[in-house]
C-alpha cells in the first residue's frame, strides 16, 4: 500500500535503509553466468548437457533491467548455447536444435513480460505525479508555524497507491485567530475524494467570512446537503432514463440514490484565538481530540455534539460552541476514526490513548513519526481505512 507523511522525519537515524545491489553488479553476474556455464558444458563429458541453465541469465536480468538490456543478455545466451554446440560438433543435432529452439521461445517470453512489465510501470509513474499533484491542490500541506500555533501532520491512504483518500483537515487564518478542520467523508479512498474535495473548498472560501464559528459550521452543512440533493437528483434522472431504455417505463418512482448520495462527513472544527489560551470546539459526530498537558491527557468532550455535515437537514439542531482551556506548551491531538478503528491480527484495535500518553512529551513532528510508525506496525503495514493525525501546539510567549 502506498503511504504519504507530511512532515519531515525528525529522526533519520531510525529509518531503515534496504540494501539494494548496483544494476552494474548483477549486469556483470548475469554476463559471468553466460561464461560459467558455457565454459563448463564445454568441459563436462557429452553425456552432461548444462546448456538449458543459460536461461538463467535473461531471467535474472529482466528482475532488474528494462527489456533492450534482458534481450541483450537472452542474445549472448543463445550465443552461450551455440558456442556449446559447436565445441560438441553437434549444433545439428536434434538435440541441439531443440535447446535452440526452447531457449529461443522462453527469452522471447520474458522480454515480453519484460516489455509489458515497463509499460505498466510508466502508467504507474504517471498515475503517481497525477496523484501527487491532486494532493498539492486537494490537501495542501499544513503549514510549521502559523500564528502562535506549532502544527505537525501526516496523512495514510488505504487505498493502493493513492496519496489522498477520504479523510481531510486544512487551516486558515482570521483577523483574530487560527480556524482548524479536520474531517472524515463516509467510505474510504478514492471513492470520497469529491466529497472530501468538497468541505476543503468550502471551508477555505468561508473560513475567514463568518465571525463565529456556529455560522461557519452551518455553512458547510448546507454546502454539503445541497452537493448530496444534487447527488440524488442526478441519480433520479440516471435511473429513470436507464429504466425508459430497458422498457420498464419511464416514470422516475421508487429510483434507488446513488451509495453516494447517503454519504456525511464527520467533522471537528477549532477556532484558536490569539489573546487568549483557550480553543473553542464544534464537534459534529467526530472522535474527540485529545488535550496534551502538563497534567496528563484529556479528551475534550463536548457535551452538545452535533450531527455530521451533511445530515443537519434530519436532525436540524443549533450549534453550540465548546471551550477549554489551551495554555502555551499544550498540545492538541486531532485524528481521525482510521487511526482508533485500526485492528491487528487478533482484531484488538489501536490503544491511541496508552501510546499518546507515553510519547506526550515530544515534539509535534516527533510524536506523529512514533504514531505513524507505531499504527502501520500495529496493523502490519496496511490499514483498512484512511488514517489522519494533526497536531497544534500553543508556542509559549
Avoid at 507530511?6 to 548483477?26: Q, T
Avoid at 464559528?213 to 455553512?219: D, K, M, Q, S, T
Wanted: glycine share 8%; hydrophobic share 45%.
Amino acid at each position: 500500500m502506498p503511504l504519504r507523511q507530511r512532515d519531515r522525519d525528525p529522526r533519520p537515524r531510525d529509518r531503515r535503509r534496504s540494501w539494494r545491489p548496483d544494476r552494474r553488479v548483477l549486469t556483470a553476474l548475469s554476463l559471468a553466468l553466460i561464461v560459467l556455464i558455457t565454459v563448463v558444458d564445454i568441459l563436462s563429458p557429452p553425456q552432461i548437457h548444462l546448456g538449458p541453465l543459460l536461461i538463467v541469465a535473461p531471467a535474472l536480468t529482466a528482475s532488474y533491467a528494462g527489456a533492450r538490456a534482458t534481450a541483450g543478455v537472452a542474445l549472448l545466451a543463445l550465443a552461450g548455447l551455440t558456442c556449446i554446440g559447436l565445441a560438441r560438433d553437434g549444433i545439428t543435432t536434434v538435440n541441439h536444435e531443440t535447446q535452440l529452439g526452447a531457449q529461443l521461445a522462453v527469452s522471447v517470453l520474458i522480454v515480453a513480460v519484460r516489455v509489458l512489465r515497463d509499460r505498466h510501470e510508466r502508467e504507474l509513474a504517471r498515475v503517481r505525479s497525477v496523484s501527487e499533484a491532486a494532493q498539492q491542490v486537494l490537501l495542501r500541506p499544513l503549514p510549521d508555524r502559523i500564528g502562535p500555533l506549532h502544527l505537525a501532520s501526516v496523512y495514510l491512504a488505504a487505498e493502493a497507491e493513492a496519496q489522498v483518500g477520504g479523510d481531510l483537515y486544512a487551516a486558515a487564518r482570521t483577523a483574530t485567530g487560527t480556524r482548524l478542520l479536520v474531517g472524515d467523508v463516509r467510505g474510504k479512498g478514492l471513492s470520497s475524494l469529491g466529497d472530501a474535495a468538497l468541505l476543503l473548498g468550502a471551508f477555505r472560501a468561508a473560513a475567514h467570512l463568518h465571525a463565529d464559528l456556529p455560522g461557519l459550521a452551518a455553512y458547510l452543512d448546507g454546502s454539503v446537503c445541497w452537493d448530496l440533493a444534487q447527488l440524488v437528483d442526478q441519480a433520479r434522472r440516471d435511473q429513470a432514463r436507464r429504466r425508459h431504455l430497458l422498457g420498464d417505463g419511464p416514470g422516475d418512482e421508487n429510483v434507488e440514490p446513488d451509495d453516494r448520495a447517503e454519504s456525511f462527513i464527520t467533522a471537528v472544527l477549532l477556532d484558536i484565538p490569539d489573546d487568549d489560551t483557550v480553543v473553542h470546539l464544534i464537534d459534529c459526530g467526530h472522535p474527540p481530540p485529545l488535550l496534551l498537558h502538563a497534567d496528563g491527557l484529556s479528551p475534550l468532550m463536548a457535551r452538545h455534539a452535533a450531527p455530521p455535515l451533511g445530515l443537519g437537514e434530519l436532525a436540524p439542531t443549533a450549534y453550540e460552541v465548546e471551550t477549554f482551556p489551551f495554555e502555551p506548551g499544550d498540545r492538541l491531538l486531532i485524528y481521525t476514526d482510521g487511526v482508533i478503528e485500526a485492528r491487528d491480527a487478533r482484531k484488538r484495535f489501536y490503544p491511541l490513548t496508552e501510546r499518546v500518553a507515553a510519547w506526550q512529551s515530544d515534539r509535534p513532528s516527533v510524536l506523529l513519526h512514533r504514531l505513524r510508525r507505531d499504527l502501520l506496525a500495529h496493523v502490519g503495514g496496511r490499514l483498512d481505512d484512511d488514517a489522519a493525525m494533526v497536531v497544534v501546539e500553543r508556542l509559549p510567549g
